[in-house]
């Protein structure tokens, strides 16, 4: 009988993988370092940081809110210079801005090395991690999160699997210390905080609570720290990477699990499942992130998954490790990220 492990070396490609250029790791460490800015200023402010000051304008008129509109860039900017300032000049806001992006870094790089050491376990080509820095207070964390992108044929379903699973793994693994010290490390809000709160709140997964309940944090009554919420970020990006459609990280471990024709199913029932939680979540606890997660996969469902090569199934090993990337997505997913008060 022929050991699957000599199969995928039967579909390694001769020539060697291909290696980055010193103009590559420039360009990519470039990416890094603008995200590394931008998820320090948006890390310092609203919702995540300590500077919380936002436009007090309440237009009535439709002249009111066209004038609204067109200061809006002018504002955006004073707002972000006053935010980069402060990082400057106050150290305790400068130290609270590391915490969160190079805990988030920290996070998002591990999830995307998983995916490319993998990638070079098995002698598939792939660009190193393209982190994706967006303007603060208009991406979320000050980021996008980051990709690698795969160029050249799977040579197994077990390569897939692999490399799939890689990535949320060891970003999981990567948070779970970062999350550990942002909830032991929570403080309880005073009256007069829970009274100045902005009514905007972020549901906690499973992890978190079981880490609250661990050192006996009650998450209604703590004040989020920057551990709390680089890891929430971070847990919130394993959990839509492993969601089982398209080409996301969950759809690669379906498609190497069950076949084409399930993977196919999972995106189609995905995509209604959480168009329906989104309506019901606008709905009952004013949460509209929900749309956000359905909008993913509705492109994703529209995605086509490249077939590898050899269709030799799952060993039981991997299989195994299938169940405990389910439960790593259950603790997690919260269908209403955000909710609104």
């Known amino acids: 009988m022929t050991d699957p492990e000599q199969i995928d070396q039967q579909y390694y490609y001769e020539p060697p993988v291909m290696r980055p250029t010193a103009r590559t790791y420039v360009r990519h460490l470039l990416l890094l370092a603008i995200t590394f800015c931008t998820s320090m200023v948006a890390g310092v402010m609203f919702p995540f940081g300590p500077i919380t000051t936002l436009p007090d304008d309440d237009p009535q008129t439709a002249g009111q809110v066209f004038d609204f509109i067109l ?5 955006y900017v004073g707002l972000i210079g006053a935010t980069v300032n402060e990082i400057f000049t106050n150290p305790v806001v400068l130290a609270y801005g590391l915490k969160f992006s190079l805990s988030l870094l920290f996070i998002l790089i591990c999830h995307e090395m998983g995916h490319y050491v993998a990638c070079r376990i098995y002698r ?3 660009t190193l991690p393209f982190f994706i820095p967006t303007p603060p207070m208009i991406g979320p ?7 690698i992108k795969i160029m050249s044929p799977m040579p197994s379903r077990r390569a897939v699997f692999d490399i799939g699973v890689a990535g949320p793994i060891a970003g999981f693994i990567a948070l ?8 032991a490390t929570m403080e309880i809000a005073t009256p007069a905080q829970i009274a100045g709160s902005s009514g905007l709140s972020f549901s906690d997964p499973l992890l978190m609570r079981l880490f609250a309940y661990l050192f006996g944090v009650d998450l209604n009554f703590a004040i989020g720290n920057a551990f709390y919420y680089a890891a929430w970020v971070g847990l919130l990006v394993t959990a839509l990477n ?3 459609s398209g080409q996301l990280d969950g759809g690669h471990a379906i498609y190497a699990v069950f076949g084409k024709t399930v993977h196919k199913w999972t995106g189609r029932i995905a995509f209604p499942v959480m168009a329906t939680l989104s ?3 606008m709905y009952f606890f004013n949460s509209p992130s929900g749309f956000l997660i359905a909008i993913i996969l509705a492109v994703m469902m529209r995605v086509g998954h490249p077939e590898p090569m050899d269709q030799t199934p799952l060993d039981a090993r991997r299989k195994v490790i299938a169940f405990a990337t389910l439960v790593i997505f259950v603790l997690c997913f919260v269908p209403f990220p955000i909710k609104i008060s």
């Open 176 to 183: 779970i210390p970062i999350a550990l010290i942002g909830v």
């Open 242 to 244: 492993l969601i089982p």
């Open 71 to 75: 200061a809006l860039p002018a504002k």
């Open 141 to 147: 964390a000050g980021t996008f999160g980051a990709f």
């Open 124 to 126: 598939v080509d792939a």
């Open 279 to 281: 309506i019901l979540g």
